[in-house]
C-alpha cells in the first residue's frame, strides 16, 4: 500500500510527506523511517531516482524543521493548548518536553532519528525562544543524515538477495516498529484513565 501511494503521487508527494512529519504539528502520524526506507528500496530497483530522493528528501526534511521551528515561534503555545487533547496527546508533548529539557540544542540533531519527537521538537525550539542561527546548524546536520543516510543505506541493502526477497516483510517491520510510540503511549494514556475509574 505504501509502495503504491509513493508511485501515485511520486516526487512532488515524497517532499509534502517528509516535509509535514519533520515539522507540521499534525504530522506526527506519517510514516517518515519506513517511507525513507521504501523509497532507497524503489531505487534500487529503478522505480525511482536515488539522487533526486536525497535531494528532496533532505530540503524537505531542513525546510519542515524550519517551518515547525517558525510555527512554535509564533504560534505555538495557542496551538499546544488549543489542541492539546483533541488532536494531540499530553503525553507526546510531555515526552517532547522532556527530550528538549534533556538534550537542550543537540535535541533538534537527535530527535530526527526519533519518531512523533522528531515533528514536536522545533515548534518547542521556537516556542524557547532558541536562537534561529544555532537551531538552523543542527537542523541542516540533523536532516541531512537522517533523509539522506537511511535513503542510502536501504539503497544499497537493497541490492542484498535477502532484502530483496523479503522487502515486504521488512518494510512491515518497520511501520511497526515506528508506531511502537504511538502505541505505547496511547496504552499509558488508557491506563491511566483505568486506574482512575478504579
Known sequence: MLTS???TFGYAGIFIAVFAESGFFLGFFLPGDSLL???GLLATV???NIFALVSIAVVAAILGDSFGYWTGAYFGRYILERHSGRFLKREYLEDTERFFAKY???SIFLARFVPIVRTF???FAGIGEMPYGIFLIYNIIGGTLWAAGLLLISYFLGRIPFVQTYA???ILAIVIVS???VISS???SYLKKRKGII
Do not use: N
Request: proline share 8%.
Open 104 to 106: 537542550g540544542r543537540m
Open 46 to 48: 529503478g522505480q525511482l
Open 179 to 181: 508506531i511502537l510510540p
Open 37 to 39: 526506507f521504501t523509497l
Open 121 to 123: 521538537t522545533p515548534i
Open 186 to 188: 496511547l496504552a499509558r
Open 168 to 170: 515486504s516483510g521488512i
Open 5 to 7: 501511494l509513493i508511485l
